[in-house]
T-cell receptor, first 116, second 114 residues
């Protein structure tokens, strides 16, 4: 059974803290993604990675950074958490099908982060 | 900027009826995918349609793709209360600044009443 696992289901952090959200996939996928989901805004892409140590900014990278040191792991870092980063964070991975683009994405269960 | 935009934002129907959701996007794509999300959970992949396909079926799901209009539709036939969820389309851009990204829209909230 394929799986994308996020390290925490719920997280409460204080303003100014450095926050690490971890995501691990067991499908040997090249591509991994971090999204945040807010009511009425859908899923917004924060960062994605298409290979180890490679990263690309999405639409809303400000205040975030990422790390991909191993193929199976993609970490999202909130450098200094702020209340406007309170959200649901979703990690996903997908394969790349040569000449056909991205394959289906598999999602983790999500991390609901509250910054107080 | 987001690629896919679903329409309508919310849809409420009775069990047994068909549900149709639409998605529009902006640039050339490799494929378009539809996902389902139950409240507060991660997304689950439903179906993928490639840019050279016009229609695809999977069980009670039927997806169409019109690349000339940059639009897609998802039809759920004979809906059930268990189909209540949010549905999202996602696009994989073929070229340009959005290459390699998987973009999602805001979703359609489907409610199926028993």
């Amino acid at each position: 059974d394929v799986k994308v696992t996020q390290s925490s289901r719920y997280l409460v952090k204080r303003t100014g803290e450095k926050v690490f959200l971890e995501c691990v996939q067991d499908m040997d996928h090249e591509n991994m993604f971090w999204y945040r989901q807010d009511p009425g805004l859908g899923l917004r892409l924060i960062y994605f990675s298409y290979d180890v140590k490679m990263k690309e900014k999405g639409d809303i990278p400000e205040g975030y950074s990422v790390s991909r040191e191993k193929k199976e792991r993609f970490s999202l870092i909130l450098e200094s958490a702020s209340t406007n980063q309170t959200s649901m964070y979703l990690c996903a991975s997908s394969s790349k099908i040569w000449g056909q683009g991205l394959g289906e994405a598999f999602f983790g269960q999500g991390t609901r982060l509250t910054v107080v | 900027s987001q690629q896919g935009e679903e329409d309508p934002q919310a849809l409420s129907i009775q069990e047994g009826e068909n549900a149709t959701m639409n998605c529009s996007y902006k640039t050339s794509i490799n494929n378009l995918q539809w996902y389902r999300q139950n409240s507060g959970r991660g997304l689950v992949h439903l179906i993928l349609i490639r840019s050279n396909e016009r229609e695809k079926h999977s069980g009670r799901l039927r997806v169409t793709l019109d690349t000339s209009k940059k639009s897609s539709s998802l039809l759920i036939t004979a809906s059930r209360a268990a189909d209540t969820a949010s549905y999202f389309c996602a696009t994989d851009a073929r070229r340009g600044s959005t290459l390699g990204r998987l973009y999602f829209g805001r979703g359609t909230q489907l409610t199926v009443w028993p």
